[in-house]
């Protein structure tokens, strides 16, 4: 059945999900990395589509950005599609020097001060665990990969743009660095983890450096789209 926001059918989505912020690159992910994609979604230009890595099915599909929009996606696959795993494959501006661009991070838990969780179901805490066991098989496959990633807490942001601080204040990353112990920020994986949660489900994250804050630099559309693919070779790695 049809909800909404995705025209799939039961059973045309996979048990697992990869779930990046921007359509284009579920697209990519699906084109470069499964055998016989087919597109089961389009409503909204949120593109999703289901085939096979190795022989396993899978499928992958765009969430939008901000916590309301995964928080729609995710939690109607979870509950209207009958997936037990989704694993955000993002990208983030790093806070922690340790990390430049295209660094991988495996997302530990999510930091937020938004409003989803508690309006959703009235949880009001600030901090939110990404899957244990989901996560766990996450960093099992990026050690078979040879491929290094740096595991912490990420800052899940309602603001994109923000307003520069008081000469006399820290600024704000640096707050949620040093107070919070967040390493980077992007905008969805509290909900994500929060719905996993309801659910009974699983939900985790890689996350791609795309920019930095200590430092000022940015990676460019084509390569957020394109180039992230050490993550997208982990996610699959679960398979």
Aim: a negative charge.
């Amino acid at each position: 059945m049809s909800t909404p926001h995705n025209s799939a059918e039961k059973g045309d989505i996979a048990k697992t999900v990869l779930m990046p912020g921007d359509p284009l690159r579920a697209k990519f992910i699906a084109e470069n990395f499964l055998d016989n994609p087919r597109l089961f979604n389009e409503v909204r230009g949120m593109l999703g589509y289901t085939g096979t890595y190795r022989g396993k099915p899978v499928s992958v599909m765009g969430s939008g950005m901000g916590q309301p929009s995964i928080g729609i996606y995710s939690y109607e696959l979870f509950t209207e599609y009958d997936v037990d795993n989704i694993i955000r494959v993002g990208s983030c501006g790093a806070y922690d020097e340790n990390l430049d661009l295209f660094d991988v991070m495996l997302v530990t838990d999510a930091y937020s001060d938004a409003s989803y969780a508690r309006m959703q179901s009235g949880f009001d805490g600030k901090v939110l665990a990404a899957s244990p066991q989901l996560t766990e098989k996450l960093r099992q496959s990026a050690k078979d990969l040879n491929i290094t990633v740096f595991e912490g807490r990420t800052y899940s942001s309602d603001v994109f743009y923000y307003e520069p601080e008081a000469e006399d204040e820290r600024p704000l990353w640096k707050v949620l660095l040093e107070d919070h112990n967040c390493l980077g920020v992007e905008m969805e994986s509290f909900a994500l983890f929060h719905n996993a949660k309801i659910t009974g489900k699983q939900g985790a994250c890689l996350l791609t450096v795309s920019d930095t804050i200590y430092e000022y630099k940015l990676t460019t559309p084509e390569q957020r789209e394109k180039s992230f693919t050490n993550m997208m070779e982990i996610a699959l790695g679960i398979l």
